[in-house]
């Protein structure tokens, strides 16, 4: 933007929200101007922290007005960088609007403001003896794991974050107010809106209430960590595990290094050894019986070491271990950027994906940790590598697209839970065919003037004008 | 169409397919001109009976050219009038593309044609351990069962149809073919085109190839009937069992009137009160303990009676009887046609509505039985209407209407399973607010000329022109 339509639209702004709503400060636009990925700093012209719906709407209209785009920022703990406004613009941030808004116990649900956090909210719900069961790891904003279809260790359970979502109150690209759905358990009413939104990454729209499906905090919990010879054991452990028809809450695998990493960052005392982190949620006497079954599979996949973590902190601190493992590789190896690969395959492939990421890995001499959701066939390599070193960057880029074409080949998904963003577009048309051309019809249809969040996921047909 | 443009249109279709797939034999276009439901026939002009995507790629060329609708026909088990061409044109039945393609064991996903039927699907996986879970009671096909969201006497375990695709291969309105998903457990790749094509009754596209998620058959299954004096005494019931955390697999209301009509078909001799059928599945003690539980939850809600049903031909006795429920209506009232109500609510407000819906049933003087889902807050008036009665034909849309209107008020939808059609179309704009615009923006960029199953669901924003 030129410094005069700056200077026009951040009237236009403060008229329609409050002087102290809108900023063009130099370290605020730095804060949003990256994610939690190695995807270069680019800054908004303008940062706004609407408080209700309304001036979201005002916001919109404003930004069709000058065709000037929008980008919705929660956290900025994405990871593919999903908040970088590639073409500058308003940022929106929405950490105003964080309040829990209504708990409706007798129907499992809840409704929230977008900059409500996963721990936020849980601290909340603990109070009427309900969790909420997403858990990607990061305290990610309810707003943000939205817009990304988050998931994470629990999903193997209790779904993914769009089987969540009820409805959405969202602001489209003309300012229009709608909601996306209601509070029944189903329906077959109309096309699946809730569904569509739910992981369009901002590109569709804003989101300024979500009313999500919570669960009852289970009567029992056990955990434990079982630790094999080789990662492929591991694997077909929990392939055989899934395939008994045990219903796992969670299951994880952590390589030897990344359980290294672990033991220094987290001061915990794992055997450094290719290991499943596993938790079951029942009644005693299930639980018991499915923890049992669990035993004789892995010790039948050489298991040489089970470990149950049975009271609650114990426990946390086997969470709190694998929820770190990012910090921990960061931590570990200081003024290098992390690079997270994210496919997804159906089970059946998932061993020999994760054998051919490992072999790829020390081939290609770089460093990194593979850990996995492995019970939906979702595994991760945390890569580290020094931005600077021109070899090294080329190296984890072409390890990203090995990983991602052996996946794609297969069944598989470029991305399992983090999203397109920037990182996982150039591989959309070959994941998606023709399909893509659809996707690109309906935001084209919702978002004519391509305003909100431009370059992410979905581009438009079509592309409108800009300052 | 004039006969003149019939002719060249049949040549054509001829040209693309062979002559036996396409007639115009009288009777054959009245079994393709209804479906189940108490709305009115009307014809096809042509019907085609393809065997390949490629065949339904030339038919939709074809549309294309002349301009003629299309009307994807399953076996006709609609509720709402989801088959009946309100203005003429093709009617492609997928009566030939009937086969199970694959069975990926390991990786619990079957690949299936749209016209094979769900007990057909469950006959082949039976011999693989498996289950296809969607039970709506009739013997639809999968094509169907997705164009609808289709869901049933499960789902309050298992998930509605949505919940089970993992991919369609769809037909585009110019003949173009996708795959709208992958076989991973879960994506946040682009925006999610499997649950948008899923329950859009064929306004969008014509499904070719499904891939389906289906389960291992539990270990260990538990049915019972537990009986109540009141329909409301029984729907607490069920509130409290779910908030209890019971991870029950089927729960299912019959109320007084339908158990004496099931009683009458199916020679069952149940206690006439208001029943719920219910069904635990699980390892052998987490079950023991479910229902031990249960027991204690129907017994403080007043259950006067509790059978077990121990063996498989008792349970299938009692699943058959539930499934023949709308049957036994309709061959004990000869002459009169059934209209469902199929409203879902928040589970809060379940016992209100079905209250609500006696208590008006009666007033109206009106024949019906009240059965439910009552586990997804889901439930079903069966009204019997003779259609040469004008009176009671009102009386019945009258009584429709207030149920509609109670579940809207309430956060409700019009339909939890049966789809929209014809006959929830004047609800739409009141269900779904500014988001029907949202859909009708889809349904324009995705079918321009409005060819695709015209005057159901969600209508195209502009119309498009026919011969």
């Known amino acids: 933007m030129t410094e005069q339509n700056i200077t026009v639209v951040i009237e236009a702004l403060k008229a329609a929200l409050t002087e102290e709503q809108v900023t063009i400060n130099e370290t605020v636009r730095e804060l949003h101007g990256r994610d939690e990925s190695y995807h270069a700093l680019q800054l908004p012209d303008i940062v706004v922290f609407p408080e209700t719906a309304e001036q979201v709407s005002a916001i919109m209209k404003i930004s069709n007005q000058f065709h000037i785009p ?3 920022f929660g956290l900025g703990s994405s990871l593919e960088g999903h ?12 950490s105003l609007m964080n309040k ?17 956090t996963r721990l936020q909210l849980n601290k909340e719900l603990k109070k009427y003896g309900l969790f909420f069961s997403v858990d990607p790891g990061a ?3 309810i707003g943000g794991m939205v817009a990304t279809n988050a998931s994470g260790t629990t999903s193997v359970k209790y779904g993914v974050m769009r089987d969540q979502i009820r409805d959405l109150e969202v602001v489209l690209a003309d300012g229009m107010v709608i909601h996306t759905g209601n509070l029944a358990a189903k329906s077959s009413s109309g096309l699946h809106l809730n569904g569509l939104f739910t992981g369009s990454e901002g590109t569709l729209g804003c989101f300024t209430e979500i009313t999500l499906r919570v669960y009852g905090i289970p009567e029992h919990v056990s955990a434990a960590r079982a630790c094999f010879s080789s990662v492929n054991d591991a694997v077909e452990a929990v392939v055989s595990i899934l395939q008994a028809g045990i219903p796992v809450a969670r299951v994880e695998l952590v390589d030897e290094p990344s359980i290294r990493q672990a033991n220094l960052y987290s001061e915990t005392d794992y055997q450094e050894k290719p290991t499943l982190f596993l938790e ?18 892995v010790e039948g996949h050489g298991c040489s070491e089970i470990q149950f ?25 200081p003024g290098k950027k992390m690079m997270v690969t994210d496919v ?24 990194g940790g593979i850990v996995g959701h492995v019970g939906d066939g979702n595994f991760h390599v945390l890569l580290m590598m020094d931005l600077n070193n021109p070899e090294e960057t080329a190296k984890a880029a072409d390890f990203n697209e090995r990983i ?4 794609l080949e297969r069944g598989g998904t470029c991305t399992g839970e983090h999203g397109v963003g920037i990182g996982k577009q150039k591989y959309q048309r070959q994941e998606h065919g023709d399909a893509l051309l659809v996707m690109e019809k309906i935001k084209q249809a919702l978002d004519p003037h391509n305003l909100l969040n431009p370059n992410k996921n979905v581009k438009a047909a079509e592309k409108g004008v800009h300052l």
């Open 139 to 141: 305290d990610a904003t």
């Open 83 to 94: 908040v970088i406004p590639t073409e500058g613009g308003i940022t929106i941030d929405f």
């Open 70 to 72: 929008v980008i919705p």
């Open 100 to 116: 829990v808004l209504e708990i409706m116990g007798n129907d499992f649900l809840v409704k929230v403001q977008p900059g409500v």
């Open 309 to 333: 973590e049975t009271d609650t902190a114990s426990r946390n601190k086997l969470w709190e271990a694998r929820h770190n493992l990012a910090y921990a590789f960061i931590h570990g190896y």
């Open 280 to 297: 079951f949620h029942g009644n005693e006497a299930g639980l018991k019986q499915d923890v049992e079954f669990m035993k004789d599979i």
């Open 404 to 407: 991602v074409l052996y996946a």
């Open 344 to 367: 997804c395959l159906p089970i059946s492939e998932l061993a020999g994906a994760v054998a051919h990421a490992r072999e790829h890995l020390e081939s290609l001499g770089l460093i």
